[in-house]
């Protein structure tokens, strides 16, 4: 699911439709397991920044008191901005994904439907990430925003 939306969403860039990219919210609900919500975060970090036509500056991650839920918001180096969240739910909750993506020219928006497009789709999985892992769990230690390294 998370593919093709991202591919989708690429399409819609590539193509100019919403000219360039300054701001994107997106909030995902998975039946991740709280041992793996920083992976969560990072990939869908990770396909923010792909997005965004500036490399990241710096990243500001919070998390809930009981571990369920990651808050990230990335600045640009462009001035743009990305405010994130994956949010645990149990595994028999509704998945839910829901994005909007403000360009100079346009948005796009996006809801995952439920009923049969869930029976349908494969599960939600959010991979990649892994090397913005270290920078996000020093911001949830810190509560303080973390410069983002080119890599």
């Not at 997106?26 to 969560?40: L, R």
């Not at 028999?92 to 993506?101: K, P, Q, S, T």
């Not at 494969?122 to 990649?128: A, V």
């Amino acid at each position: 699911m998370i593919e093709s939306l991202q591919q989708s969403v690429q399409s819609v860039i590539d193509e100019g439709r919403i000219g360039s990219p300054v701001f994107l919210r997106c909030i995902v609900q998975a039946p991740i397991e709280a041992a793996n919500i920083v992976g969560g975060i990072a990939a869908l970090t990770e396909i923010a920044n792909n997005w965004m036509p500036a490399p990241p500056e710096q990243i500001y991650a919070l998390d809930s008191a009981d571990a369920t839920q990651i808050t990230a918001m990335v600045q640009y180096a462009g001035g743009q901005a990305a405010l994130l969240s994956v949010n645990c739910i149990p595994a028999d909750g509704e998945i839910a994904v829901d994005l909007r993506l403000v360009g100079n020219n346009g948005i796009i928006y996006h809801e995952t439907p439920t009923g049969l497009y869930r029976l349908m789709n494969p599960p939600l999985s959010l991979g990649g990430g892994e090397a913005l892992i270290d920078a996000i769990r020093q911001g949830l230690e810190t509560k303080q925003p973390i410069k983002v390294m080119e890599g």
